[in-house]
């Protein structure tokens, strides 16, 4: 990527963001969603403007809430785009849950880890095959290893850039969004929920708690990532 198009990116607002490089990338661009609310924010401007040269997808797990699978259902009523699915690999579940049971990553950090990279990695490697561009949906007041980033990066592990347009866009400013734009959102906000993730490993956060801690709730604050995300 040309360093006068990272700067015109990191200085413009999201809809003329995402236009430039929908206009100015000849390979693939990616959005990764999981339809939590900044990536409701994020797809409603692709969809709006019809940025076709972005695909948006998605990973299902298989452990996902039911007002996630809804509010993908919704999603898909509104804008009547497509977003690609990617699951993991049956056979890799078959063989982790017979091993560890269904519920196995609460025994050790590692089985969660193992579990996560089964169910959300591989498949996020298989969508990021031949991209060009991966958009994503971080903020960076969301967990310290997230505070480090920048909004246009090279990403060593994929080998492409990754933009993260709401990288200095506050939870308020993201809300505010959502509710002047009509956008559907995961209604587990409202009732606490956060960061959504799969269902067996989220719940919602306290008053005055970080911004994470409803995430992988039993382990300690220094784990709190999935593998999908890292920052060099």
């Not at 990527?1 to 490089?21: D, S, Y």
């Not at 996020?124 to 903020?139: D, H, M, P, Y």
Request: proline share 4%.
């Amino acid at each position: 990527m040309e360093e006068q198009l990272k700067r015109q990116l990191e200085n413009l607002p999201l809809h003329e963001g995402l236009q430039l490089l929908n206009n100015s990338i000849n390979g693939k661009i990616v959005f990764s969603t999981s339809f939590g609310i900044e990536d409701q924010v994020i797809t409603d401007a692709i969809f709006k403007q019809k940025l076709d040269n972005i695909e948006v997808f998605t990973l299902d797990t298989g452990r996902l809430f039911p007002e996630t699978y809804a509010t993908w259902d919704k999603t898909l009523l509104q804008y009547g785009k497509k977003i690609k699915p990617y699951y993991p690999d049956n056979n890799r579940i078959e063989a982790f849950v017979e091993t560890n049971g269904i519920n196995g990553f609460y025994n050790s950090v590692a089985l969660r880890k193992s579990c996560c990279h089964i169910r959300k990695v591989e498949p996020l490697q298989k969508a990021l095959s031949g991209a060009a561009v991966w958009i994503t949906g971080l903020r960076a007041d969301q967990s310290a290893n997230r505070s480090g980033m920048e909004m246009i990066e090279w990403d060593e592990a994929y080998g492409l850039y990754k933009f993260n347009p709401l990288l200095h866009w506050s939870f308020n400013e993201v809300e505010a969004y959502i509710k002047q734009n009509a956008v559907p959102y995961n209604p587990l906000h409202d009732q606490g929920f956060i960061s959504i993730g799969c269902a067996p490993c989220t719940r919602a956060v306290k008053p005055g708690e970080d911004f994470r801690a409803g995430r992988w709730w039993w382990e300690d604050t220094s784990k709190k990532e999935c593998g999908l995300h890292t920052h060099n």
